[in-house]
């Protein structure tokens, strides 16, 4: 067990006999409050992914975090609500003491050989070679399982408040220690980025995402090629308005093949 990955041990789940999922939060991936919801959400996926049911790879997964998790262990369904030739639909909830903290939607399906094109070119950015770690004391646990090398637009280092005119970060990043690709490592690293607001305008705020949602673009063909190699990844926010952003990403491998995009919807305090 003690060769075994922080990422794997902290998404590992046990089949029950209704048909549910147990699974357990990680101090590896602990956040300000709660878990880091990435894993949070890989969680909810490797509950489709292991499913005896389970028709393909991931197309598209939503999560509503209804709560944060508390310390311990918690249970996932995931049921599938429709199942046709080729596509599923899935319904998922996740549950702590009985009370539901995730509800989510997946969509899965066969893919098919067809013409394809990235429109949303990689940008260009230093090698990850050239770009120093992001390194120094971090206030959460999570943030140390993963390599980060910030080409534009890193975490303020001054909280002064004063708007920056643009939101926008693009780093290099991947598991640490390295890891090979897969689904549910995508999903989390799907959720890395800080929160906009802070880029922004950086004042330290509480906030908390409310709903994500995850579209592959990748096979799990394309994610072995990619292996542990570097991800790009790219973020920014369209509109900050009354308690709520929301911000998209895009992440690419190193070979500039885009692999997942994401959109979120982030609460803000102040």
Request: without cysteine.
């Amino acid at each position: 067990m003690s060769s075994l990955h922080p990422f794997d041990a902290a998404v590992a789940l046990q089949a029950q006999a209704d048909g549910s999922f147990l699974g357990h939060t990680s101090a590896a991936y602990a956040n300000m409050v709660g878990p880091f919801g990435g894993v949070t959400a890989a969680q909810a996926l490797n509950a489709v992914l292991q499913h005896p049911q389970r028709l393909g790879d991931p197309i598209s997964l939503t999560v509503n975090f209804a709560a944060a998790l508390a310390d311990g262990p918690f249970t996932v369904t995931a049921r599938p609500a429709r199942t046709n030739r080729s596509t599923q639909h899935w319904v998922i909830e996740t549950k702590q003491q009985g009370e539901t903290v995730l509800t989510g939607t997946a969509f899965f399906g066969l893919r098919r050989d067809t013409w394809g094109a990235d429109e949303q070119a990689m940008p260009e950015v230093p090698t990850p070679a050239e770009v120093s770690r992001a390194g120094g004391p971090t206030r959460v646990e999570w943030v140390k399982r993963y390599e980060m090398r910030f080409a534009e637009g890193a975490i303020p280092t001054e909280w002064h408040g004063a708007d920056q005119g643009a939101s926008r970060s693009r780093l290099w990043l991947r598991d640490d220690p390295p890891r090979p690709l897969d689904f549910a490592s995508l999903t989390a690293m799907s959720d890395v980025f800080f929160p906009r607001v802070w880029r922004r305008r950086p004042v330290l705020v509480p906030i908390g995402t409310v709903s994500m949602t995850v579209y592959y673009h990748a096979d799990a063909g394309l994610l072995q090629s990619t292996g542990n190699g570097y991800l790009l990844g790219q973020t920014q926010a369209q509109a900050f308005r009354n308690g709520y952003f929301d911000q998209t990403a895009q992440l690419w491998n190193e070979a500039k093949e885009l692999l997942v995009t994401s959109h979120q919807v982030v609460y803000f305090k102040e």
